[in-house]
């Protein structure tokens, strides 16, 4: 599977997720459906959610901004790398 394939299938997803969610699914973002459906796959864990913002920044190469998130978080956050 090649990561084209993986980001064609995330899309349909994120379609999908927008027409099960949203009344005006035309005028939700990606984002926002995308954000739905991480929350859920992690069962609104928060811990679980802070380890994938985490992994998503560090990718991202926001290392500042994952710093700082980190250090915000540490307090309740459960072993990070």
């Not at 990606?30 to 069962?43: F, H, Q, S, T």
């Not at 380890?51 to 991202?60: G, H, P, R, S, T």
């Amino acid at each position: 599977m090649t990561a084209t394939t993986i980001e064609g299938m995330l899309q349909l997803l994120v379609m999908e997720q927008k027409k099960r969610s949203f009344n005006k699914p035309e005028k939700a973002t990606d984002e926002d459906a995308l954000g739905i459906m991480v929350a859920n796959y992690c069962e609104w864990d928060g811990n679980k959610l802070k380890k994938v913002i985490y992994a998503m920044l560090e990718d991202a190469n926001f290392h500042t901004l994952n710093a700082q998130f980190k250090e915000l978080c540490e307090p309740t956050l459960k072993v990070v790398k």
